[in-house]
C-alpha cells in the first residue's frame, strides 16, 4: 500500500517516523525534478527511501521515501542503518516542498483513515494502522 504525500512550499517540510522502527537501509536515487503533484515523479524525482522494521511485533517492514519537486531539490535525512526512531520522531526534511511517500505492507488488517486530498498534520494524522492484534499504526 502506497500513501502519497504533497508538500507545498506553504507546508511543513520536516519528515517524522510513521512508527517506533530500527532503519535497516537507506537508498539514494538520482533523478528529475518534475512537479511533485504529477504522479510519475514518484518513479522519475530524485528520491531517498528509507526503509525501516517496526520494533514491535510482527516487525513490519515499510519505507518512508523523501522525494524531490520542481522548486524543492534539496533531501535532508539524518538517519544511518541501525539507528532507532520513535513514532512521530523527526528524522529529515525536503526543503521547499515537494512529496513524501508511505509504503506499507498490504493485510486484511489494515485500515487506511485518509482520502484523496485530504489536508494532514505531521506527528498528529494517524494515515493508517493494522487492527490491534497486528501491531503499530503509521502516523
Given at each position: 500500500m502506497?500513501?502519497?504525500?504533497?508538500l507545498s512550499i506553504f507546508n511543513v517540510h520536516i519528515n517524522r517516523s510513521p512508527?517506533?522502527?530500527r532503519i535497516i537501509g537507506l537508498t539514494y536515487r538520482p533523478g528529475k525534478y518534475l512537479n511533485a503533484l504529477r504522479p510519475e515523479s514518484a518513479r522519475e524525482n530524485e528520491q531517498l527511501a528509507i526503509?525501516?522494521?517496526s520494533t514491535e511485533a510482527p516487525h513490519r517492514r515499510m519505507i518512508a521515501r523523501q522525494i524531490t519537486g520542481a522548486i524543492a531539490r534539496r533531501i535532508v535525512c539524518w538517519l544511518k542503518p541501525g539507528?532507532?526512531?520513535q513514532r512521530g520522531e523527526q528524522?529529515?526534511?525536503?526543503k521547499l516542498g515537494s512529496r513524501?511517500?508511505?509504503?506499507?505492507?498490504r493485510e486484511d488488517c489494515?485500515?487506511?483513515?485518509?482520502?484523496?486530498g485530504q489536508t494532514i498534520k505531521a506527528g498528529k494524522t494517524v494515515l493508517a494502522e493494522y487492527g490491534a492484534e497486528a501491531g503499530p499504526s503509521a502516523t
Open positions: 502506497q500513501i502519497g504525500i504533497f512508527v517506533a522502527a526503509r525501516l522494521e539507528d532507532e526512531v528524522f529529515g526534511m525536503i513524501t511517500e508511505l509504503v506499507i505492507p489494515l485500515k487506511i483513515h485518509t482520502v484523496l
